[in-house]
């Protein structure tokens, strides 16, 4: 039978799609790990003490570069080549060169979180892996950036789609803001307060320009393609679109409120983050009123279900996350772990989830073969259980750290900290939950990618070794 055109695609993906999904599941067990040492440190700071690698705070950076490069990297390499291809009608080129990179990118994220526990990193955020290891990431990522854009340039429409626009400007935007940082803090060092600024605004940068972008793009391509049906008031996606370019970079700068900057800089950034409601009310618009459409079939997709919940938990914590850039509330909470809020919803609830529904409708159509309903529900459920326990407890705790903190008659081991401990004991827990189902959602995916792994070693593939009988 001859194969049709996606399916076409969907072979010449399987490879370096199975690669990177392979690689980012291992990653994000590695940081599910180091997520719950961090937590328990918190309860018992004796846990692992003796351990001079596992120090709370070479653990806490190793955790966050793991999961933003290891699990965010490779999944948005896995998930952009995929639907680029899609989209452009056209195969994924140089997969012996997307491996290579591929195989750079990792193991220079080894070396560098091994640098980092070994107390040999630099102090900007998410730039904390020595500075050895990224010229090789950056080679990586370039090869990889660069055959993606072969495949976009490929496509058989020169007109392109809400997809098309936020998977690719987050493909441009990740070098851009490295070269950035890079050169004002290594090559050419800024001085004074000009060095923080520029580290606090690469960090949280990369999350919203690298990671939001991604997931957004992902959101646009798989909702209509399982609902069957248009995105709902899709002419105001390039208006989203072109919202987030212009006012994300500028937002970050809220908080910075209090520290010792100009003034001017915090205040541009609560301008721009209260502005940050437009792209965001786009977004839920567009998501949401599609969904609601049909609301069975959501139900019942699971695939589309993880999305949905991303798509909500990012829409709900981006309105808190406006509400707490208003200069009078960051007073409260900008020292308290309120701070731990944003960064996991953003990178659990919300980029995370939409990867795990972008994985799940894209792996059985590149292998031909279907992850267990059963385990999918498992999966989605003890996800959404650890997600929510895990922002409750730091947007409950932190407003509670936030308040007591401004009590200077307050003892602050008596009060505030045994006040906070209840908090840190549920997060400990979320993220055991969390652990155990990313355990699961590994265990799905390498089963798809890896049916008959003996077959793999002796015949090269399960398809072969049918072929040949």
């Known amino acids: ?40 440190k918190l309860t018992d700071p004796f846990f692992l003490s003796g351990i001079e690698y596992l120090t709370y705070g070479k653990v806490k950076i190793a955790q ?24 452009s009608q056209a195969e994924v080129r140089g997969r012996i060169f997307l491996l290579f990179a591929g195989t750079l990118w ?30 090789v990431l950056f080679i990586g990522y370039s090869i990889i950036a660069f055959l993606a854009l072969v495949i976009h ?3 058989e429409h020169s007109s392109t789609i809400a997809p098309q626009w936020f998977i690719l400007s987050s493909l441009l935007w990740f070098p851009a803001l490295f070269l950035i940082a890079w050169n004002g803090l290594e090559l050419n060092p800024a001085r004074g307060t000009l060095q923080t600024v520029l580290s606090m605004w690469f960090g949280q940068s990369l999350i919203w320009l690298w990671l939001t972008p991604m997931a957004l793009g992902a959101a646009y391509y798989v909702i209509p393609a399982i609902m069957g049906i248009v995105i709902d008031k899709y002419y105001l996606a390039i208006f989203g679109f072109w919202c987030i370019a212009a006012l994300a970079p500028w937002s970050v700068l809220n908080h910075l409120v209090g520290g010792p900057v100009p003034m001017w800089i915090p205040a541009v ?30 139900w019942n997709s699971l695939p589309l279900r993880f999305v949905i919940f ?15 850039s208003l200069p009078a509330v960051a007073k409260l909470t900008q020292f308290s772990i309120i701070n731990e809020f944003h960064f996991n919803q953003r990178v659990y609830g919300f980029f995370s989830m939409i990867i795990f529904g972008v994985v799940y409708h894209m792996l059985p159509k590149i292998t031909g073969r279907e992850i267990g309903t059963g385990s999918k529900t498992f999966h989605f459920w003890t996800s959404a259980a650890g997600v929510m326990m895990l922002l409750l407890a730091y947007l409950i705790g932190g407003l509670t750290h936030g308040v007591l903190a401004q009590q200077p008659s307050l003892d602050w081991a008596s009060s505030v900290i045994s006040s906070v401990q ?18 699961v959602f590994v265990i799905n995916v390498w089963k798809v990618i890896f049916p008959n792994p003996l077959a793999y070693i002796l015949d090269g593939s399960p398809e072969r070794k049918e072929k040949s009988a």
């Open 1 to 40: 039978m001859k194969e049709s055109p996606e399916q076409v695609i969907d072979r010449s993906a399987k490879l370096v799609v199975s690669f990177f999904v392979a690689s980012a599941g291992l990653w994000l067990l590695a940081a599910a790990l180091l997520a719950y040492i961090v937590a328990a």
């Open 64 to 87: 966050a570069n793991a999961f933003v490069y290891g699990w965010g990297g490779n999944s948005i390499f896995a998930a952009t080549l995929w639907i680029i291809a899609r989209l």
């Open 106 to 135: 990792n193991l220079g994220i080894t070396a560098g979180l091994l640098g980092i526990l070994d107390g040999k990193m630099n102090a900007h955020e998410l730039l904390e892996m020595p500075t050895e290891v990224w010229p």
């Open 153 to 155: 340039r490929s496509r």
């Open 269 to 298: 950034g609560t301008v721009m983050s209260i502005a940050m409601i437009f792209p965001i009310a786009v977004a839920s618009t567009n998501f949401h009123a599609t969904a609601f459409k049909d609301v069975g079939k959501v």
């Open 310 to 324: 991303g798509t909500l938990s990012y829409t709900l914590s981006s309105y808190i996350g406006v509400i707490f």
């Open 422 to 439: 209840p908090y840190f004991l549920i997060t400990k827990i979320a993220f055991v939950i969390l652990g155990f189902s990313q355990l």
